[in-house]
């Protein structure tokens, strides 16, 4: 079976300082993986994926993150954060051949933004 | 388009009452989940259906909650008798292919 780890539960960043958000999988088969995000009273919110191809993947609003199987991570960084990114963030993965199907989330890292 | 919407938001009930929550998923999404989040953790999955089977009830706890996706669409999942340790967020998400799921704002149980 598939595991996440996200070692870090909470992260204070001033703001426009850079951010590393660090999710590490275990899983002995071909993965898909994921960030969610969550932000205050919202619901679950896909931030960017990794399915196959290029191994950069970024999203709209400046978060990047970088599939690297060597050393089975999926690191989510940014250069600049703003006050608008303070959320909790959550690193999911799931085995490719079933999609969806087994999606298993990590406990979550939580992104204060200090101003 | 509108999202995946489930009601109540919030819910108090004492201990061995029953609960119910509903969810309507995105139109055209054939797999629906139920997902606990607990504090401090991330989801885990209860249920998965496509359409109206319930493919994966691995994880949901048999003896007191069941749920239910009558026509492939709408969802209600139940607890009967609720417990204390069954306080948690429920989240409802729908998808319609690998890649995505799209989550409701979820039901925050609160068992007394």
């Known amino acids: 079976a598939q595991s996440v780890t996200q070692l870090d539960s909470q992260v204070p960043v001033f703001e426009e300082a850079p951010v590393e958000l660090r999710c590490n999988y275990s899983s002995s088969v071909s993965v898909y993986l994921f960030w969610y995000v969550q932000y205050p009273n919202q619901g679950l919110q896909l931030l960017l994926k990794?399915?196959?191809?290029?191994?950069l993947v970024e999203s709209i609003n400046g978060f990047e993150a970088e599939f690297n199987k060597s050393q089975t991570s999926f690191h989510l960084r940014k250069p600049s954060v703003h006050i608008s990114d303070t959320a909790e963030y959550f690193c999911?993965?799931?085995?490719?051949?079933?999609?969806?199907?087994?999606?298993?989330f990590g406990t979550g890292t939580r992104l204060t933004i200090i101003p | 388009e509108a999202g995946v919407v489930q009601s109540p938001r919030y819910k108090i009930i004492e201990k061995k009452q029953p609960v119910a929550f509903w969810c309507n998923p995105i139109?055209?999404?054939?797999?629906l989940y139920w997902y606990r989040q607990n504090l401090g953790q991330g989801p885990e999955l209860l249920i998965r259906?496509?359409?109206?089977?319930?493919?994966?009830d691995s994880q949901l706890p048999k003896d007191r909650f069941s749920a239910e996706r009558l026509k492939g669409v709408d969802s209600t999942l139940k607890i009967q008798p609720a417990e204390l340790g069954d306080s948690a967020v429920y989240l409802c998400?729908?998808?319609?292919?690998?890649?995505?799921?799209?989550f409701g704002e979820g039901s925050r149980l609160t068992v007394l």
């Open positions: 990794y399915l196959s191809g290029s191994t």
């Open positions: 139109s055209g999404h054939n797999t």
């Open positions: 999911a993965v799931s085995i490719s051949n079933f999609g969806n199907e087994k999606l298993t």
């Open positions: 998400a729908s998808s319609s292919g690998p890649g995505e799921l799209f």
């Open positions: 259906y496509e359409n109206e089977e319930a493919v994966d």
